[in-house]
């Protein structure tokens, strides 16, 4: 779904599926106002609404431990740049910081941004880098949709042990399953 999402395969995809046993040592540390940052992202793509938000399901903590545990060196790089061109990119367009624009401001910027890495996907070799934003758009998902909020709030979720039904009815307008 997160593929679908953003256009193109799960960035360190191939590394989840072996418990992120990546050797990569991160060149530059995130710090508190790098995940900070990576909340106010995240929950812009998410907000809290009658469900929680990406910040209830700590998804820039989240972020931080895949990029540095499970991203590429390349990668950790790309994602560590988007950083910066993304705060350019707000003062480019409003003349102020991400962190100071408002909530309309910030979801117009990553609209145009989530456009530019959509293109960028669609265009781009095998050889190619990847685009940060598609990097943090498929992070934020991820990390809220397996978090504990984002799984038992967001979705229908429930516990395992449970029976198995191979056909659930649908409702429009209904929340999709976490498990079944």
Request: neutral net charge; hydrophobic residues 35%.
């Given at each position: ?6 256009g ?63 991203y ?31 909530a ?25 880098s ?24 967001a ?7 449970g ?18």
């Open positions: 779904m997160i593929t679908l999402a953003t193109g395969a799960l960035i360190g995809g191939e590394l989840l599926l072996s418990g992120c046993k990546n050797n990569a040592k991160p060149d530059k540390a995130f710090d508190a106002d790098d995940i900070a940052f990576l909340d106010e992202v995240a929950e812009t793509i998410i907000p809290k609404t009658n469900t929680p938000g990406a910040k209830d399901a700590e998804v820039g903590k989240f972020m931080t431990v895949m990029v540095n545990d499970c590429e060196s390349k990668d950790q790089k790309i994602f560590h740049d988007g950083l910066i061109k993304l705060e350019e990119e707000s003062k480019k367009k409003f003349s102020t910081s991400f962190m100071k624009i408002t309309e401001q910030r979801k117009e910027l990553l609209i145009e941004l989530d456009k530019e890495a959509k293109a960028y996907q669609k265009s781009k070799k095998e050889t190619d990847n685009h940060y934003f598609a990097m943090m758009k498929q992070l934020t998902l991820f990390g809220f949709f397996t978090s504990k909020p984002g799984a038992t709030e979705l229908r979720y429930v516990a395992i042990p029976k198995y039904e191979g056909s659930v009815p649908y409702k429009k307008g209904e929340k999709a399953w976490a498990t079944s």
